[in-house]
């Protein structure tokens, strides 16, 4: 009883160890402290804290693409796609390709050289970084007017040469193009370079919220915005995760992380407390089988200490009589009397050489009157013994 009490209180013990580990994990989990380029949570200068909260001040819905899939949903009126770290696959693209032409709009700032995807759909491909004027004039009316933006840092212009539907509205003094706007189907293509990107620090100069102003106008006020997160870390980075399934809740999550956690340090345990998942099976060993002596002698012991020394006798009698009987054709169901009496009339008749009828009577008044085991066990040996005598004749 103490041990079963033990084990069942070092049980409890490790359950509520388990179950405090799972709550310190999921309550001091936090989202990584360095700041990533073009984070909507991130306030450094690269991140996009500001343009997020100014456009969910104008009244738009702000969302993220984070998940375990690219989708976009036909709600969606401004996609907004950062330089990717992770390209776009042909399927996605093709799904942008569908998405824009239905209606909808996009922002693409970059393009990265690593998605060819996105400039072979569109025609938009990074130019050379070549020295840039410090500032780029707009070629082209906009609502609001832009007038001239200063430039900022070494990036690459837009190529449009692939682009011929693609209209240069902000040029520099080389005539290197930093924005473009573009028709697709029933829908609009802004394409700008990393130095109207509208990170934080971009934010700060009234031209580059201008030029923002100029593309949300093209949208339905109040509309949905999302951020295009998933290609720009991942599937399982970016956050916060629209969790859609138990799958992604575990994936995604800090309690999900804790739940496997949990459950894989008690998997372990069982393991090493040899906990097996149901009762041993029992090895396919071969069992000898009795042989016959043994019955005969387990029958014997049983008939012997249940003094049913007649049992025996009566066995043997029978077994005497219709070996006799059956050569002399004598009925071995007589009485001994009738037998010996009928077996010594057919000797005379036959004339064999068979047992005398003198020497049958005397082995069966033997049995018949054997009181113990040692007159018992006499007896049955003259009966093997006139049995083996006749079968030698």
Do not use: C
Request: hydrophobic letters at 45%.
């Amino acid at each position: 009883m103490n041990g079963r009490a033990t084990s069942s209180r070092t049980q409890l013990l490790l359950a509520g160890a388990l179950i405090g580990i799972l709550l310190l994990f999921a309550v001091t989990q936090r989202a990584p402290s360095e700041s990533r380029a073009f984070d909507i949570t991130s306030a450094a200068p690269d991140g996009l804290l500001a343009l997020r909260l100014w456009l969910d001040e104008m009244g738009y819905e702000t969302q993220e693409t984070a998940g375990a899939t690219f989708t976009l949903s036909p709600e969606t009126a401004l996609l907004i796609i950062p330089p990717t770290n992770v390209a776009y696959t042909e399927a996605e693209a093709e799904q942008l390709r569908a998405w824009v032409a239905a209606g909808a709009s996009a922002l693409i700032v970059g393009p990265h050289p690593r998605d060819e995807q996105l400039a072979k759909l569109f025609g938009v491909h990074p130019g050379e970084a070549t020295p840039f004027l410090f500032k780029a004039q707009e070629q082209q009316p906009l609502q609001p007017t832009i007038g001239e933006i200063d430039l900022s840092g070494a990036f690459a212009a837009l190529d449009l040469s692939a682009a011929p539907a693609a209209v240069p509205f902000l040029v520099d003094g080389n005539g290197q193009v930093t924005a473009a706007v573009q028709q697709y189907g029933a829908g609009m293509v802004w394409h700008v370079s990393n130095h109207h990107s509208f990170v934080n620090e971009q934010l700060r100069d009234p031209a580059q919220a201008t030029l923002l102003l100029a593309v949300l106008h093209t949208i339905p006020a109040g509309g949905t915005i999302r951020f295009d997160t998933y290609h720009l870390w991942g599937a399982t980075a970016g956050a916060p995760v629209a969790v859609r399934s138990l799958q992604e809740w575990l994936y995604y999550t800090t309690w999900g992380w804790a739940l496997l956690f949990v459950l894989g340090v008690s998997a372990l345990v069982l393991v090493l407390q040899g906990h097996r998942l149901g009762p041993p099976l029992p090895a396919q060993a071969e069992v000898r089988r009795r042989e016959a002596a043994e019955y005969v002698i387990a029958m014997a012991n049983l008939a012997r200490r249940a003094r049913h020394r007649h049992v025996v006798a009566d066995h043997h009698s029978r077994r005497l009589k219709r070996a006799l009987g059956h050569r002399a054709q004598v009925d071995a169901r007589l009485t001994n009397a009738e037998f010996v009496e009928r077996l010594a009339a057919r000797e005379v008749e036959m004339a064999t050489t068979d047992p005398r009828a003198r020497e049958v009577q005397v082995v069966l008044q033997q049995l018949t009157q054997a009181d113990n085991d040692h007159e018992l066990v006499a007896a049955v040996a003259e009966v093997d013994r006139l049995l083996t005598q006749r079968s030698r004749r």
